[in-house]
Structure formats: C-alpha cells, structure tokens
T-cell receptor, first 117, second 118 residues
Framework: AQKITQTQPGMFVQEKEAVTLDCTYD???????LFWYKQPSSGEMIFLIY??????QNATEGRYSLNFQKARKSANLVISASQLGDSAMYFC??????????????FGSGTRLSIRP | GAGVSQSPRYKVAKRGQDVALRCDPI?????LFWYQQALGQGPEFLTY????????KSGLPSDRFFAERPEGSVSTLKIQRTQQEDSAVYLC????????????????FGAGTRLSVL
C-alpha cells in the first residue's frame, strides 16, 4: 500500500531564509507522481509542484524546488527566500501512475509552516 | 469559471439531517474527485468520476454517502442521516484527461465545504 510520511508537524522560519519540508513515501509501483500542495487558512488546496517517478531532473517552479531522491524514497520541498505569505499547511502527496488523471492522491499529514517577520 | 467552485462554503446540520454538497469543476475537466479532510489531517479519498461514470467509490465510509455527476460536469455529494463523525471539510478536485505528459494531469482543488454536525 502507498504511504506518505511527513515528520515535521510544525516549523518556524525567519523571513527570507530558505526552508526544507521533509517527505518520504512508500510504494511498490514503478510509475508514480509526487506532489506538494499548499493549504492556507482559507482552505483551498493550491498545487505547487509535481515530480514524476521517471523524471530524471528535480522539478522546479519559481521559488519551489523538489529534491527527489528515488533510492531513498524522499521528495523534500525546498522554498527559497521565504515570504510571509508562505505561512500555511503544506501537504506532500502521491499518485500511482505518473501521468494518469484517473488515480486518487494519497496525502501525508502535513507540515504547518510559519514565517517570522 | 476559472477554478473549481464548491458550495456552500459552510454547512451546519443537526444530527440525522440530510445534506447535499455541490462541486462545479473546471470546464472541460473529465476527472472529478471527492476527498474528506478531518481537522488537522490530510485529505482522504472518497470517490472518483470520469465524466458521468463513477469508477471508484472505495473511499466512501458508509452507505449514507452517495455521489453523482449525472451530466459529466457538476457533481453532488450527499450525506444521509448525518452523524457527528461526518464533521469535516469536503474537498472536490478536477483534472484534465488524455493530455500530453506535459499536462501532468494535475488535480485542482476547490476551497471545500466545511460541514459541522451538531
């Protein structure tokens, strides 16, 4: 069975510093997709970044990058130059079949990130 | 609309009451998912539609939960005889289908409906 583990319930970071949010996953599938979503207090789940299991390069989207280490089954999110608006819950998630829209997503328990001014 | 729209945003129900939660997906998105998010936890899968066909309902917690998408666009999640343990945020997500690898078939979420059962 697939499983996502986020071991940091909460983190505090100074504004403008970089931050790494940890995520490990477990799956026996060869094809899968890894996601990070941001959930501010408004409740909406905002897509941040995606990494397919066959992608050789780490995904990047603006200030977000995904440190994908396949052998270690880890998919850490790195946020560079953090901003006050980055304060939110962050969820790591996984989908079987990297490029299928038909697969449900399994979520971790989340990390609450708080940015200090 | 531009994004996934859910209504109502908040719903308070008395125990035993029936409720209906609506999801309006992104136009043209074939896939539609419902998730349940308990307080302080990550979302958990409830059910999946491809167009009007409900292809996976393995996550529905009991037969009191029912979902439909009769015309392949708007979906309704219905909960009959609500119980206190049904209190949660119900999230809807939609995704395109058949796109290229670049499309990644990302699931886009709405803001959710917060259900409180008293």
């Amino acid at each position: 069975a697939q499983k996502i583990t986020q071991t940091q319930p909460g983190m505090f970071v100074q504004e403008k510093e970089a931050v790494t949010l940890d995520c490990t996953y477990d799956t026996s599938d060869q094809s899968y997709g890894l996601f990070w979503y941001k959930q501010p207090s408004s409740g909406e789940m905002i897509f941040l970044i995606y990494q397919g299991s066959y992608d050789e390069q780490n995904a990047t989207e603006g200030r977000y990058s995904l440190n994908f280490q396949k052998a270690r089954k880890s998919a850490n999110l790195v946020i560079s130059a953090s901003q006050l608006g980055d304060s939110a819950m962050y969820f790591c998630a996984m989908r079987e079949r990297a490029y299928s829209s038909a697969s449900k997503i399994i979520f971790g328990s989340g990390t609450r990130l708080s940015i200090r001014p | 609309g531009a994004g996934v729209s859910q209504s109502p945003r908040y719903k308070v129900a008395k125990r035993g009451q029936d409720v209906a939660l609506r999801c309006d997906p992104i136009s043209g998105h074939v896939s539609l998912f419902w998730y349940q998010q308990a307080l302080g936890q990550g979302p958990e899968f409830l059910t999946y539609f491809q167009n009007e066909a409900q292809l996976d309902k393995s996550g529905l917690p009991s037969d009191r939960f029912f979902a439909e998408r009769p015309e392949g666009s708007v979906s309704t999640l219905k909960i009959q005889r609500t119980q206190q343990e049904d209190s949660a945020v119900y999230l809807c997500a939609s995704a395109p289908s058949g796109g290229s690898n670049l499309a990644k078939n990302i699931q886009y979420f709405g803001a959710g409906t917060r259900l409180s059962v008293l």
